[in-house]
């Protein structure tokens, strides 16, 4: 296993556009979970799935974005009607058990940029 | 909300000094958890402390946990230019809920 992978690593998009990012998290790990960070800033939190359930969304993530993970495998986030506010790095994780003991494995994240 | 407050957010050193960098909350955590991000990448974990008062070594990195699990510090000797990037804190409540996330401290230390 080569850790936790994203695509695509940039995505350049106009205003207006859809977009969707892939992450396939490291197998064994049973929860996965989508952060965004801009430039400054630490990660925030947008959503988390353990296995297949998507458990929780953050008040931050607007109706235009949704996140899959089917058959809990690889998750898709999906961003509809692209906005310049969403200009960010999107970083996926994934984790044994919530990551207490081992942490969160972060993927090199998708580097997203509306103009 | 939870909030992870880390400071200084910017810190220019000279190779072979030592430094430390602090993370504090108003908040109890179950478990504080370090990162280093270097441009372009995603965190990497560097150690994860359970237990108020804590303190665990990793070569040239002291991290330390607070006694009433709010806070964490981490040291650093003889820094080298390898040492450069973004450290990040993360506060774990239950296991059960996400990571929350300081803002950083960017480190940059100069050959």
């Known amino acids: 296993d080569t850790g936790v992978s994203q695509d695509p690593r940039h995505k350049i998009t106009k205003r207006g556009q859809n977009v969707t990012f892939r992450c396939d998290p490291i197998s064994e790990h049973n929860r996965l979970y989508w952060y965004r960070q801009t430039l400054g800033q630490g990660p925030e939190f947008l959503t988390y799935f353990q296995n297949e359930a998507q458990l929780e969304k953050s008040r931050l993530l607007s109706d235009r974005f949704s996140a899959e993970r089917p058959k809990g495998s690889f998750s898709t986030l999906e961003i509809q009607r692209t906005e310049q506010g969403d200009s960010a790095m999107y970083l996926c994780?994934?984790?044994?058990?919530?990551?207490?003991?081992?942490?969160?494995?972060f993927g090199s994240g998708t580097r997203l940029t509306v103009v | 909300t939870q909030l992870l407050e880390q400071s200084p957010q910017f810190l220019s050193i000279q190779e072979g000094e030592n430094l430390t960098v602090y993370c504090n909350s108003s908040s109890v955590f179950s478990s504080l958890q370090w990162y280093r991000q270097e441009p372009g990448e995603g965190p990497v974990l560097l150690v994860t402390?359970?237990?108020?008062?804590e303190v665990k070594k990793l070569k040239r990195l002291t991290f330390q946990f607070g006694d009433a699990r709010k806070d964490s510090s981490l040291h650093i000797t003889a820094a080298q230019p390898g040492d450069t990037g973004l450290y990040l804190c993360?506060?774990?409540?239950?296991?059960?809920?996400?990571?929350?996330f300081g803002k950083g401290t960017r480190l940059s230390v100069i050959a």
């Open positions: 993360a506060g774990d409540n239950s296991g059960n809920t996400p990571l929350v």
């Open positions: 994780a994934s984790s044994l058990d919530g990551g207490r003991s081992y942490g969160y494995t």
């Open positions: 402390v359970v237990t108020g008062g």
